[in-house]
């Protein structure tokens, strides 16, 4: 079975701080990878994806990938109360099926 | 605009009974999801379709049936044979390799 693993969290930061989010994958043939926000009770957003080995960085989010380690990271800088949320991890391979993982939890304190 | 709709938003019924989960998108999309999340789990899919007419089941697809006459609209039947149905139902179509959500509807079976 192939597996998204996330830590469930809750990862807790200040306000202003970095917050480090991880997720690692079983599959090696996965070629692309997506960060998703999901606030309380409502539907996943897509806020990053990455496809090659490296950084990329949009605004205050950077994601972050190495394939020979098969994990992917997303940074978020300057974290705000706003950012509270779960993060899902999400991976597919050369085919048509996202797998997702369970997700983190962050909490940003004010 | 352009989006995914889902209907009903919360949906309620007694143990037994056969219920359809409607799913619209005016995007032109030729993918199409379904998704199913249980607390503190991560999204498992279900059932999912490239095209008009096809579609494939998921991991999880025992009591579920899907159908996709119309490329717009991918309904989804949870069946009495699902043992656990109480679950919020997540449609989604793909574009550019990434998935984008609907609202998610969010049924309890009593």
């Known amino acids: 079975q192939k597996e998204v693993e996330q830590n469930s969290g809750p990862l807790s930061v200040p306000e202003g701080a970095i917050a480090s989010l991880n997720c690692t994958y079983s599959d090696r043939g996965s070629q692309s990878f997506f960060w998703y926000r999901q606030y309380s009770g409502k539907s996943p957003e897509l806020i990053m994806f990455?496809?090659?080995?490296g950084d990329k960085e949009d605004g205050r989010f950077t994601a972050q990938l190495n394939k020979a380690s098969q994990y992917v990271s997303l940074l978020i800088r300057d974290s705000q109360p706003s950012d509270s949320a779960t993060y899902l991890c999400?991976?597919?391979?050369?085919?048509?099926?996202?797998?997702f993982g369970a997700g983190t939890r962050l909490f940003v304190k004010a | 605009d352009g989006g995914i709709t889902q209907s009903p938003k919360y949906l309620f019924r007694k143990e037994g009974q056969n219920v359809t989960l409607s799913c619209e998108q005016n995007?032109?999309?030729?993918?199409m999801y379904w998704y199913r999340q249980d607390p503190g789990q991560g999204l498992r899919l279900i059932y999912y379709?490239?095209?008009?007419?096809?579609?494939q089941k998921g991991d999880i697809a025992e009591g579920y049936s899907v159908s996709r006459e119309k490329k717009e609209s991918f309904p989804l039947t949870v069946t009495s044979a699902q043992k656990n149905p109480t679950a919020f139902y997540l449609c989604?179509?793909?574009?550019?390799?990434?998935?984008?959500f609907g609202n998610g509807t969010r049924l309890t079976v009593t």
């Open positions: 379709s490239q095209i008009v007419n096809d579609f």
């Open positions: 990455i496809y090659s080995n």
């Open positions: 995007l032109n999309h030729d993918a």
């Open positions: 999400a991976v597919r391979g050369g085919g048509f099926k996202t797998i």
């Open positions: 989604a179509s793909r574009w550019d390799g990434a998935l984008h």
